[in-house]
């Protein structure tokens, strides 16, 4: 079936190496060897696996294990990911307040991301993608010795008052 070969095709491609840097940190190179191609393809396998279980009913506990899998795989990831930005020490502070402001959204992507897994496990994955984005955002502030922040103000004013729903470049939905 060619529903079940996609999924499983998604699914092999979350794995590749070019997106891993261990086996709870992804790749952050921006390029086609980004790590957020891995919540990409799950969220794809896992969207598509409902539509497994209508074509074949006795297949859906497969599902319900690829979802739980990939699930609590991509929370794992989106967790290290805050966990790294939160112990990263801010070198220049005047980047403090974009630090403060990126690990803000990455903790209310995996809340949301929680609230969501139940239901729309496919949605809760692109949550933890954008907790994984923003961890890394937040590390890039940490990590400049520059005042980058200055250039993202407006960006993170408009975050604050609900006008934008992209944080400093990263899709909060």
């Known amino acids: 079936n ?10 092999e491609k979350s794995l590749k190496i070019e997106y891993w840097i261990d086996e709870l940190r992804l790749n952050t190179e921006k390029g086609e060897d980004n790590g957020k191609h891995v919540f990409l393809y799950e969220s794809k396998a896992v969207v598509l696996c409902p539509a497994r279980g209508i074509i074949y009913k006795e297949l859906e506990p497969v599902c319900e294990d690829i979802e739980y899998n990939l699930v609590g795989a ?3 990831l989106g967790d290290t990911a805050l966990d ?12 403090q307040r974009c630090y403060d402001k990126m690990l803000e959204l990455a903790e209310k992507a995996i809340t ?7 239901k729309l496990p496919g949605v809760a994955i692109i949550n933890y993608m954008n907790a994984w984005r923003f961890s890394q955002k937040a590390i890039e502030f940490a990590e400049s010795s520059e005042d980058i922040c200055k250039l993202n103000f407006r960006c993170l004013d408009r975050v604050d008052t609900g006008k934008e729903k992209l944080g400093c470049g990263l899709q909060m939905d």
Request: charged share 40%; aromatic share 0%.
């Open 112 to 118: 949301k991301a929680e609230e969501r897994k139940g």
């Open 74 to 76: 991509d929370l794992q």
């Open 2 to 11: 060619k529903l079940i070969d996609r999924i499983i095709d998604n699914i």
């Open 84 to 95: 790294d930005a939160e112990n990263t020490e801010v070198h220049n502070q005047s980047n």
